[in-house]
């Protein structure tokens, strides 16, 4: 501790000493599964909470956000180590999100360092790379084999062992060296230094260190008034292109210009050598995206109609107010709450506020930030995880500098550091997707209400099919509900058929995917030159493949479940895709496509279910003259496949399209006039307590993209239970009836709204130790007093083994959240002492799935 004194002239007739106090630790909190902080000493820069520091830990160096800084000083027989490097010369993260960091790891039992990891996509800042430092033992076999010479025992060649001792000699120093700095001085490859750390002659550390992430691109500019030498042909290409558009042109663009004209990009560096051109560095511009409107209005520039004006005066009078005011907006699909959105946040944006705008996937941004670009120019900016590390970090930086004041994004984004901001809206706030399904398990939308609350903001939830938790919060009085229960333009919604596929099955005979009744309807609408949507909610061409013989499923090498069979073809626009495969959707496991049965040698392999490739391959077959469109995870798998495909499906390119539940989620086709369902039913027979209401929204959520135009829409749902209650309330779009007999159950059973709920999921690599532990902790529960909190299991997860980890789970019930809050946290202090690592316990408070 350092102390200075100053003497100051406070009043005329007295002085003041003044004690600076010049803090010598700092507690930082680091990406790693450990619930605490961590003390460093203070090196040099003193440096500020929220600022990014980088520090050592276990062998590595590691980025964290300093908590704390002060001037107690650790027990003693701790050894303390320096702060490394100060990233930041002030707070990157807001007092107000620091506290929302805080009430994450509290609320979601997470560890605080990988919270705040979550909340700064800077990854791009920090450079990362292993280098190879010599230990003692090292040191000693170098010193031995200098005098005893190489050893006979060893298994390595006579090469290999001169090319050990030189990389041993070349590290003598005590100084570190990357791989490819040993690779050039002594040939050793990886394998030769990775089994060189296994005989701990070395030490393999992570090392970090800042790193410049502006995006910059190289432009040539044609210099003025220079005299001309004499000039080949190539040259003055280069130079009358340079003229012609302004003399300014893009390096790359011009090169790809000379390649075409066959002049080499040599003559280019000749005239910057010649001080005729120079080449200047500038910001990359930022491709936001969006999909053509084709005629379209955009959603600000339509005029309110009276349902839409009363919902937009309640959340205006909120803004107006001020404090926290939670809303849900419950409109029926194309009642326009989109234009209600913007609306909204132009109000905010005049009163001098910032507004944030989630939606729950990453495929509805295009269309999304086209509109919003149009309605607020420059001040638009985009976060979610398919961009760039450089355009995330970029785009963090404008929100923050306060250079956007609208934000979209998916989930993460509600960790923008908006300034003032006072207007949150979560889009499809039912979705699923707002769940994270790794540290930290926070759900986007329940954050969203919490930050504004921090923020005395207005936080909007807009949706057709309101989660029952939302509604049940409203149902209360913590949310004030605003409806809209009309489409716009007082539009119809679509009249709903349920096609029994039991009968279907019964009067052919025959396992068909496509109802006669939706063959026939779909053919209509095409006839008329309508477009039409097919939702098959199921990858692949087949998810089962099963041998007749013996009756076993080709299964995943790593995960307990049935591998989804890929047919050969094309996918996307007309590009060729991998071949014929077997393929796990849970971690990636691809293999060929057996002729026989692995387990029996059988020939009789059969092909069960059909996926969203196989609907597309026989609506080719039944409508050949279709220009037949498909979307899943195959077909998009960048931003840029997404508004392709919508800007050929808004431009009538594609009149039939047939996809997974992508296709369900807010797109807005005015010329979708029939919406058929496939196999949506499948997901009532799940082991999950929601699947009834997932179901329902799906069927609501799908129906929606029929009708939006001036054409009335018409849906067809086929289903094996037309008689469940939620396909009977989807079909008779009755929301409220079908929360009326969900709520029922739900209330019966003690499942959330009813009771608050967290899955403990126990999990390894091996057998007997996720089984071991599970009994362990299943003993725990069974020895406390758990006050108004019930536990099921242990009992192995619905799907008992996921990428080569066995899963074990608790499923705790309670009655406040509070005292089951205290019970996770005693489990996780159990769990330390008996030695059961916090990485192999999974923690998930609230959760959506089950699975």
Partial sequence: MWISIELSPCFEACEAVILTVVSSYADIALPVPLDQTFTYAVNGVVPVVGARVLVPFSGQRLMGVVMRVHDEAPQQGFEVKPIQQVLDDSALLPDELMELARWIAQYYVAPLGEVLRGMLPLGAEVKRHFVYRITDVGRRILYEGAEKGASRRSKLSAEDQNREYAVLNYLESGEGAKLGTLRSATNANKQLLEGMVKKKWLLREAVAEERDARRLEKVAVLIEDARLPKLNTNQTAILAELAAVGGRMRVRDLKEKLGHAG???????????????????????????????????????????????????????????????????????????????????????????????????????????????????????????????DERAEQWHRIRRGEARVVVGTRSAVFAPLVKLGLIIVDEEHDGSYKQEETPRYHGRDVAVMRAKLNEAVVLLGSATPSLESWSNAEKGRYARVEMRERVMSRALPAVELVDMRNEFRETGQEQIFSRRLIEETQATLDRGEQAIILLNRRGYSFVVMCRSCGDKIECENCAISMTYHKHGTEGDGIAKPGERLECHYCGFRRSVPKRCPKCDSEHLYYLGAGSQQGEERLQEIF???????????????????????????????????????????????????????????????????????????????????????????????????????????????????????????????????????????????????????????????????????????????????KRIYRFHFVLKGEKRQALGSVLRALLAFSEVKAIPRRNLVVDVDAVHLM
Wanted: charged residues 20%.
């Fill in 624 to 802: 050949p003259g279709a220009r037949i469109g498909r979307m899943d995870r195959d077909t998009v798998r960048g931003r840029a496949d997404m508004e392709r495909l919508l800007a050929r499906l808004h431009a009538g390119e594609i009149n039939l399209l047939v996809g997974t539940q992508m296709i369900a989620k807010g797109h807005d086709i005015h010329g979708v006039t029939m919406v058929g369902v496939v196999g949506a039913d499948f997901a009532l027979g799940l082991p999950d307590f929601r699947a009834a209401e997932r179901v329902f929204q799906l069927l609501t959520q799908v129906s929606g993209r029929a009708g939006r135009g001036e054409l009335p829409g018409r849906v067809l749902v086929q289903s094996y239970h037309p008689d469940h209650y939620a396909v009977k309330f989807a079909a008779q779009h009755d929301y409220t009836g079908f929360v009326a007999k969900e709520l029922q159950y739900r209330r019966w059973m003690h499942y959330p709204p009813y009771a608050v709920l967290a899955n403990v999921v126990v999990q390894s690599d091996r057998l007997e130790e996720a089984t071991g532990w599970s009994m362990e902790l299943g003993r725990w529960f069974q020895q406390s007093r758990l006050e108004g909190i019930r536990v099921l299991g242990p009992a192995a997860a619905p799907i008992s083994r996921l």
């Fill in 263 to 389: 002049v080499p990009e040599t003559t280019l560096t000749t005239l910057v050598r010649r001080e005729l051109v120079r080449i200047e560095e500038v910001a990359e511009e930022f491709h936001f995206g969006g999909v053509a409107t084709h005629g379209k209005k955009h959603a600000h520039e339509h005029v309110l109609n009276e349902q839409q004006m009363e919902a937009l005066s309640a959340i205006v009078a909120a803004m107006a107010k001020g404090g926290f005011a939670p809303h849900l907006l419950y409109g029926v699909t194309g009642s326009g709450k989109t234009a209600v959105y913007f609306a909204a946040m132009r109000r905010a944006l005049d009163a001098g506020c910032s507004a944030l705008l989630l939606v729950p996937e990453i495929g509805l941004t295009p269309a999304m930030t086209g509109q919003l670009v149009a309605a607020f120019g420059d001040e638009v900016a985009l976060l979610h995880s398919q961009l760039t590390p």
